[in-house]
Every structure is written in structure tokens, then in C-alpha cells.
């Protein structure tokens, strides 16, 4: 009996000598951390609110630690030709994705170059085309004076370049002034009516040219550069009244005013400057 009850009790007993039974503490979990995921979408070499980060793979990524807040992210392609920031508000705890993409950037980019050379290509070709364009005009006019040598007198003192002939027909003040505008002559296009003034400098009583008065008297012209008439030549420049202008007879000298409708033995003579 004394036996068992000796048995019995020794779990007791063990357990008092032992002391209580302790037990492991439940460890704290670890605060989440705050990261960058940066992706780029070309290989760049990229920073962190201008820090050096190291360089990305195309389509690679970077994770960094940081701290909550803003942060600025640049990234720069191998060539250092295109490049892209972006701010980034980042909260604590969580991990936020930045993706950069250079790929958009450098198609602006090459689309401005090739822009840029069509352009260029285009200005050289018009370029040339006009050079072309002068350079036939200048053959031309120059063929074309060459031709109409006989058809046309400059006079040295003035610098004008005179018809060697006038219209040879009746005409008014407007179809006078129509007639020259509309001239052809030598290459050039850009002839008129003369002033008053322009017609009585080549008036030189010193010199006979022999012509008809219209088609029928003989008369003698006092004109320079042996010039054909035909009659009595236009001005530009207005006569007495708006509705007149002045004439000037080669015959003698005179000048009168006359009616722009007028137009028995009026001539057209035309005149341009040599140097235009």
C-alpha cells in the first residue's frame, strides 16, 4: 500500500521540484516595408531623387527601399538621347510601382528628326528647282534679247529701255497704257507708259528720223536712239484736268493735254527701266 501510494504521488512531487512549465512568447510580426518597384520599358540608367540607381534591362525591374513621401524618379536611355521623370507620392507600408516609358518619348522624338530632314530635303529640292527656274529665265531673256536687239534702245544717259517702235495704231489713254502692260518684248514684261518728263528727254532737235505722220504725210522725228513714229505719243502723267493727259509731239517738240478718250494719231511708246 505504502508502495503504490508512493507511485502515485511522484508526478506531484516531480512537477514541484521542477517548478512551473513556461511557455515561448508570440513574437511581434515586422512592420511592412516601404519599396519602389521601378520598370522601364528600354535598358536606362535611372535615379532616385538624384541619386545614381545603377541601370535597367529593357522590360527589367529595381526595387529599393524608401521612406514615405515623395520621390522623384529620372530615367535615361543608353544614349543619353531620350529621357522621362515622373514624382511619385509613396505611402508607408506599401510598395509602389513606377513604370517608365521611353519608348513614346524617342518615337517624338525620332518623328521631329525625320521632320526635321524632310524639310531640309524639301528646301534643298525647291532650292534647286528655282535655281532650274532662274537659270532658264535668264537663258531665255537672254535669247530672247538677243533676238529683239533690233526691237529695243537703251539709252545710256537714263538707263531706260525703250521700244524701237510704237504701237503703230490709234489708241486712247487706257488702251495705250493696256498695250505696254501687256508687252512681251526682249524677255522682259514689266514695260509702261513713260511720264511726260521721260519722253522729252529723248527729244533732241538735233536728230532726223524720217517717218509718216499715221499712213499718210511724210514728217521728220526729232527723237534719239533713231526711234520709228507713228503719231503722237502717250503719257502717264495726268494733263491739265484728271480726265486728260499729257502728249508729246516728236514733230516739234510740244506737249498738250488730252482727253483719255482721244485717240486720233495717239501712239503708245514703252518704256522700262534696265536695270528691273
Not at 503722237?232 to 483719255?260: C, D, M, R, V
Request: hydrophobic share 35%; with cysteine.
Amino acid at each position: 500500500m505504502a508502495a503504490a501510494l508512493t507511485a502515485a504521488a511522484l508526478p506531484a512531487l516531480a512537477q514541484q521540484n521542477e517548478g512551473p512549465i513556461l511557455r515561448p512568447k508570440p513574437q511581434p510580426k515586422p512592420a511592412p516595408s516601404t519599396t519602389l518597384l521601378v520598370i522601364c520599358d528600354l535598358t536606362c540608367d535611372w535615379k532616385l531623387d538624384g541619386e545614381a540607381k545603377g541601370r535597367i534591362e529593357a522590360g527589367g525591374t529595381a526595387k529599393v527601399k524608401v521612406d514615405a513621401g515623395q520621390h522623384m524618379v529620372m530615367a535615361v536611355t543608353e544614349d543619353g538621347m531620350d529621357s522621362s521623370q515622373q514624382l511619385n507620392e509613396v505611402k508607408s507600408g506599401e510598395q509602389t510601382v513606377v513604370s517608365i516609358a521611353l519608348t513614346p518619348v524617342r518615337d517624338v522624338r525620332l518623328k521631329a528628326e525625320q521632320q526635321a530632314r524632310d524639310k531640309a530635303a524639301q528646301h534643298e529640292r525647291n532650292k534647286a528647282i528655282q535655281e532650274a527656274n532662274d537659270k532658264a529665265a535668264l537663258e531665255a531673256r537672254n535669247k530672247a534679247t538677243l533676238e529683239d536687239a533690233d526691237k529695243i534702245w537703251t539709252d545710256s544717259e537714263t538707263l531706260l529701255m525703250w521700244t524701237k517702235k510704237d504701237n503703230g495704231g490709234d489708241v486712247n489713254w487706257q488702251k495705250a497704257r493696256s498695250y505696254c502692260r501687256n508687252l512681251r518684248l526682249a524677255g522682259y514684261s514689266n514695260w509702261r507708259l513713260p511720264t511726260i518728263d521721260e519722253l522729252s528727254d529723248i527729244y533732241d532737235p538735233k536728230v532726223n528720223v524720217a517717218g509718216q505722220l499715221g499712213s499718210g504725210s511724210e514728217t521728220t522725228w526729232h527723237v534719239k536712239g533713231n526711234l520709228q513714229l507713228s503719231g503722237w505719243q502717250w503719257s502717264n502723267t495726268q494733263g491739265n484736268t484728271q480726265w486728260e493727259a499729257w502728249i508729246f509731239l516728236f514733230a516739234n517738240g510740244k506737249q498738250y493735254s488730252s482727253p483719255l478718250t482721244g485717240s486720233g494719231l495717239d501712239r503708245a511708246l514703252c518704256v522700262r527701266r534696265s536695270a528691273e
